[in-house]
Structures are given as structure tokens and as C-alpha cells.
């Protein structure tokens, strides 16, 4: 079965950081496309990341390019989202979803598994 897990959201200030980790179960995260995704208030889901398995290219949205960084442990089979510099417009609840592809396609509509999110807000 198919698990996702998020944790490490939490309230930091701007130009802080948090680090946010996804375990995964059920699959190997080295073997699909694995992404972050974000929902901020009122907004539609975006992606944020995205790391490719047969290829390992990695993918960033422009707006968190420099301050973000995706990565995973294959032997701890996990994903991670380190974030930098945060934003109060980085506030949103962040999810790591599973591809069906190796690859990711840049649609939200290939992820066929994603955890159940972990909140992040960025304010003073």
C-alpha cells in the first residue's frame, strides 16, 4: 500500500528556513518522479519541485528557484524539501505526491498518490 507522510511545516519568520520531509511507503522514491506541491489560501494547488528517477533532473517553479532545494534518501526512502529565505507568500500547506512517470510532466494530473499535506507559515 502506498503511503505518503509530511512532516516539519511549522510557523517561521520571514527569511528563515524549514525543512520538510515526506516518507514514503509502499514504492521506492527513486523509482518515479516525485514532487512537492503547494495549496496556499484561496489558491489553486502548484507544483513547486520536482525530481525526475531516470534522470534525476531536478525542476524548480521560478518564484522558489534559489531558495528551495529538493532531494531525496533512498536508503531512508524519503523526500525532502529544504526552503530558505521564506516568504510570508511562501504560506500554503505543501504536499509530496508520486508520479506515475519516471519523469515528471509538469501536470498535476500524473501525480497518483500524494501524502496529506503538512502547514507552513511564513510571518513575524
Known amino acids: 500500500q502506498v503511503q505518503l507522510v509530511e512532516s516539519g511545516g511549522g510557523l517561521v519568520q520571514p527569511g528563515g528556513s524549514l525543512r520538510l520531509s515526506c516518507a514514503a511507503s509502499?514504492?521506492?522514491?527513486?523509482?518515479?518522479?516525485m514532487t512537492w506541491v503547494r495549496q496556499a489560501p484561496g489558491k489553486e494547488f502548484e507544483w513547486i519541485a520536482a525530481i525526475n528517477s531516470i534522470d534525476d533532473k531536478i525542476t524548480y517553479l521560478d518564484s522558489v528557484k534559489g531558495r528551495f532545494t529538493i532531494s531525496r534518501d533512498n536508503t531512508k526512502n524519503t523526500l525532502y524539501l529544504q526552503m530558505n529565505s521564506l516568504k510570508p507568500e511562501d504560506t500554503a500547506v505543501y504536499y509530496c505526491?508520486?508520479?506515475?512517470?519516471?519523469?515528471?510532466?509538469?501536470?498535476?494530473?500524473?501525480?497518483?498518490?500524494w501524502g496529506r499535506g503538512t502547514q507552513v507559515t511564513v510571518s513575524s
Open positions: 509502499g514504492f521506492t522514491v527513486n523509482s518515479y518522479a
Open positions: 505526491a508520486k508520479d506515475v512517470e519516471e519523469y515528471f510532466s509538469g501536470r498535476l494530473t500524473t501525480l497518483n498518490y
